[in-house]
């Protein structure tokens, strides 16, 4: 305490509480209460010499699950653009900022697991540190997800269609970056009919390097042979 400037401004009660219950949780190891974690074994093995307290890699070659389930840190880094798959991505508050812009490379397509498409646009862009033996730094997006469930579609045309006011229900907003397709969304030109009112046209983006390479077919087609349908909106 002589070291101490301030030294009545401990509150010795509450720091005596605090550290005998911190060590009363870690000696009886209850779940919500131990200090014996992921993190503290890191920082003992850089700041205590006891390589027998170190932390082992775990056995079964599911590093990577058993490093996530201890959580991440509470602080995450964010960003305004990311690259990934061959994208470049905005999130929308950056594409915001900059009204003169001249491409919009917020909107994202993934994949769900029960065979729906999920459509919507980027609002965020996180990396996580996860606690653990190496390091684990996922990058994930935040988006506004329109609902699957209201979007119309043109098979024969490859035409999909999104409501731009419709909003995915639920607290699932969040994917791997490594999940994201880009599109992009353009409005129906023709505002004032109803049925077209508030729908976008999705189209998917090719990644950089690898555009699609048109054929024969895509030049020369004869409109008196061709079996497909020509489609024009108004």
Known sequence: MDDVLLPHNIDVMHTEKNIG??????IMDISDKTKDNFKARVDQAMLC???KLGMKPPIGGKSELRQAADGFAYRVRSFGAYDVNGYCFHTT???QSRPNRRITNSGVFTQGLNGLEYYGRIEEIYELNFYGCKPLNPDIFK???????????????GL??????????GD???IVAQQATQVYYLSCPCQTDDNLKGWDVVYKVPPHGKVHVPNNEDYNIDPNT?????????
Request: with cysteine; charged share 30%.
């Open 21 to 26: 219950e911190a060590l009363f949780g870690t």
């Open 49 to 51: 010499n006891r390589p």
């Open 93 to 95: 508050r950056h594409e």
């Open 143 to 157: 988006c506004h997800w329109f609902d699957p469930q209201v979007v119309r579609r043109t098979p024969d045309l």
């Open 160 to 169: 999909v269609e999104i409501q731009q006011s419709s909003i995915l229900p």
């Open 172 to 174: 699932d907003v969040y």
């Open 226 to 234: 061709y079996d497909g349908e020509f489609f024009s909106k108004r």
